[in-house]
C-alpha cells in the first residue's frame, strides 16, 4: 500500500509471459492512486493503472505511488457575498494538501484584519489569523470568510 492502507491479494504471474497488473484496492486519505512502481520511494519502473507487466523474477513487489489531493478554497466576506477581485487577485486558490499554502491578503481602511473563518459570523474554524500566513490542513474545497474588527 505504500503510505496508504488496505490489502490486496497476491497476483499469480507466469514468468516471461506479459498480464495485467490488478486493478488497485488500497485507499490513501487525501491521496489519489497514480501508478505502480518497482521501488517503494518511486525510483523504479512506473507502470499505469491496468497496464501489462512481464514477470522476470520469481518474486516481486509492485508499491503505489500516491499523489496529494488538490482542493479549491474560495474568499468571501462577512455579509457572504464574493470579494474576488475587490482584494489581491488571483481567486480562488488551489491548495495541494499537506503543503503550505498561502491564503490571500485582504485589507480594508479603518479595520483590523480579524482571520479567515469557514462561517461569516466569525465563528467556525479560523485558519489564519493575520494576513500573509499559511495553511496546511485544508482537506475539502472550502469557503473561507474575512473577518474585520
Known sequence: ANGGSGSMPAQNFTVGVSQSIAKNEFTRIYHGFVEWNTKA???????????????????TTLYAEWTPNQY????????????????????????TYGTATTLKNASKTGYTFGGYYTSTNGGG?????????????????????????
Not at 82 to 95: A, K
Not at 125 to 138: F, M, P, R
Open 41 to 59: 520511494d518511486g525510483t523504479g519502473d512506473h507502470y499505469d493503472k491496468g497496464a501489462s507487466y512481464i514477470l522476470t523474477a520469481v518474486s
Open 72 to 95: 479549491t478554497i474560495t474568499y468571501k466576506d462577512q455579509g457572504d457575498s464574493d470579494f474576488s477581485g475587490t482584494h489581491e487577485s488571483g481567486y480562488p486558490t488551489t491548495h
Open 125 to 149: 474554524t479560523q485558519y489564519i489569523d493575520a494576513n500573509g500566513g499559511g495553511v496546511n490542513n485544508i482537506y475539502q474545497n472550502q469557503t473561507l470568510c474575512y473577518l474585520y474588527l
